[in-house]
């Protein structure tokens, strides 16, 4: 049995909670989407333990992670990976987004490609100008704080019958995580977005864009992003929405898989970035001891 160690990183006073399956195996960052956590991962973390050591942190206000009273602008999300990197000594992981968690990871990715050695963007917030506005100005903050209100098991049964085709263990998970959301964890979607354009095109190292037929990103924006940087391949899973590895995890996971070997079989990268000085561990980055083991997939 898979079995995830729990563990905290400390930056810049933000602490970052994290579940991690371990083993002396290519490291493997998994970022979730807004109203998400790390544990959401965890059925796909079962099924790559053997080969990756999967790392699936929470984002700040999600989770068991702090929640500041600002600060979740897209490039703090991007700080406190980088700073989760450093912290716990990740040698060149590759890096996987989801949503939020896709955007982030571009974010990452264009900043410090010498930390990372490959990245997988699932469905990312590449949202236009006015799409952003359009979010921003509906009634997703409130919607949530109504749910914040319901008893745990009505959700579970509005979110089944939104989504019957998911796992029964995928369902309670993502119930588990939107409850542990908080109203701050939004301020995510208060317009501007980062560029994704110039964001796509400096990024350095190889780029698997994973979307389903009906998300965010279309084939056609996929396209077009393949034609600013000659390093993106695309992968498109059909009766998948936007939440593409819970509506389709089997055809999902062989999509990435590929894409995951290779890279991680590849001539290992410099990273310079994963790399501590002992200045650099006496700092603000500090990572505990891993906590006692749980149980995958409770």
Known sequence: MTHLMSGVCEADR????????????????????????????????????????VVMPDARGHGQSSTPLHGYRYEDHARDVMAL??????????????????????????????????????????????????????????????????????????????????????????????????????????????????????IAVPILIVIGDAGVVSLEMARELQGLNARIRVEQIQDAGHGVPYDQPERFEAAIRPFLRAVAAARRPTCPGSVRSRSDQALQTIARSPRPQMPAGL
């Open 85 to 202: 990197i450093h912290g716990l000594g990740l040698s060149c992981p590759l890096l996987l987004g989801h949503s939020m968690g896709g955007m982030t990871a571009a974010v990452v990715a264009s900043q410090a490609a010498g930390m990372i050695r490959g990245v997988i963007l699932v469905d990312p917030t590449f949202l236009s100008p006015q799409r952003q506005r359009e979010v921003c100005d509906s009634d997703v903050v409130e919607q949530h704080r109504r749910m914040l209100g319901r008893d745990r098991c009505d959700v579970l049964a509005r979110l089944t019958s939104r989504h019957a085709r998911r796992s029964a263990e995928v369902l309670d998970l993502l119930v588990s995580a939107r409850l542990q959301t908080r109203i701050s964890a939004f301020d995510v979607l208060t317009p501007p977005n980062p560029d994704y354009r110039p964001l796509v095109r400096a």
């Open 14 to 53: 933000i602490s970052i909670h994290y579940l991690r399956t371990g083993g002396d195996k290519p490291p493997l960052l998994l970022l979730h989407g807004l109203t998400g956590n790390g544990a959401c991962w965890t059925p796909l973390a079962r099924s790559l333990a053997n080969e990756y050591d």
